[in-house]
């Protein structure tokens, strides 16, 4: 009889098969965990995550200079404007009065003056006519001579009115710029604590809730601020611990870190600029040892970061994205100067 049994394949053919089943389930394998990213650190994302909030600070602090100086070509674009109609108003009672001067030389004689003194039956009014029209002639003299000269100064502010806004739309443009990169910069960090597990996320927001509240009982020390304008600017800003940091704001109910120092200041009395780099340059640097209540604390090589010195090593300031105003200590970030307004 003839054996029904199916032939068995030779061992090469059965590795080969099973050699090419793992390799698919290798490379399905390393498919899957592509497609679903493996959960960073708590420590990792912070460090990521701080630095896109100090890139945002940066990019504030330029958009802040940019609002600034915005601020200030508007007002002076304003009064040039202003400049510039009553300069053209002037003009044009210059160019009536010259019309005026013209139609009565006109009147006064438009006949050869030695035939109008043969013809004159009066020769002494005659002469008192042609003094008239010197004089009138000299009028007109000045009149042309002023309506040159005014003409002049509409044209000079007109091109410098042209130039302020021409910069003006530039410094829009650049504020637009910075406001789109601090908002970026922002959404990346938000992104990244996605990543997170809700159980990191509250491990990760537990530290700041730690800052926050170690700012209830704070040791200021004994010193007494350099002056009453310090100490009032100071006392200022305690009133708003707590206040949310907001890239851009400048109070009263939310701050960035130059926009506390330039509110408390403004409280006190007293305007300092806007953005910190401009602060730096307002008043007498100081080192850290020279440091009083008070006096603004500057931070980072490009002085991005601004706060106020409060006393016995603390800084009231907005510190970033996701904090309120507090205390902090000077030595948590990197000191360059302070300054006394």
């Not at 674009?77 to 019309?99: I, M, T």
């Not at 091109?159 to 908002?183: H, P």
């Not at 491990?203 to 730690?210: E, F, Y």
């Amino acid at each position: 009889m003839m054996s029904h049994r199916r032939p068995r394949r030779n061992g090469r053919a059965r590795i080969s098969v099973l050699t090419a089943t793992a390799a698919a389930a290798v490379a399905l394998s390393a498919q899957g965990a592509q497609a679903v990213p493996a959960k960073q650190s708590v420590k990792s994302v912070k460090e990521k995550v701080d630095s896109l909030y100090e890139q945002a600070e940066q990019a504030t602090e330029k958009y802040n200079g940019a609002k600034e100086r915005q601020h200030k070509l508007e007002e002076q674009v304003d009064d040039l404007q202003d400049q510039l109609a009553r300069e053209q108003a002037e003009l044009n009672d210059l160019q009536d009065d010259l019309g005026t001067l013209a139609s009565a030389q006109y009147r006064s004689g438009g006949i050869d003056p030695t035939l109008q003194l043969f013809l004159s039956a009066d020769p002494d009014t005659y002469l008192d006519k042609a003094s008239a029209l010197d004089q009138l002639n000299t009028k007109q003299t000045e009149a042309l001579r002023q309506i040159a000269e005014k003409k002049r100064t509409l044209d000079q502010q007109q091109a410098e009115a042209a130039g302020k806004l021409a910069e003006l739309d530039r410094t829009r443009a650049q504020l637009g710029r910075k406001k789109k990169e601090v908002q970026d910069k922002l959404a990346e960090a938000r992104e990244l604590l996605t990543t997170l597990t809700a159980a990191q996320r509250a491990t990760l927001g537990a530290s700041d809730a730690r800052a926050n509240r170690s700012n209830e009982r704070v040791d200021l020390g004994n010193d007494t601020p350099a002056s009453s304008l310090a100490a009032a600017a100071l006392a200022a800003a305690q009133t708003k611990r707590g206040a949310p940091y907001v890239f851009g704001a400048s109070g009263p109910g939310s701050f960035d870190c130059s926009g506390l120092t330039s509110w408390a200041y403004a409280q006190a009395g007293a305007y300092i600029p806007r953005p910190s780099q401009g602060q730096a340059n307002a008043g007498t640097r100081l080192s850290m040892s020279q440091l009083k209540p008070g006096d603004l604390v500057l931070f980072y090589g490009d002085l991005h970061h601004v706060g106020l010195y409060a006393g016995n090593g603390l800084v009231l300031h907005a510190p970033r994205t996701g904090t309120v105003v507090r205390y902090e200590s000077i030595s948590n970030m990197p000191f360059q100067f302070g300054v006394r307004i």
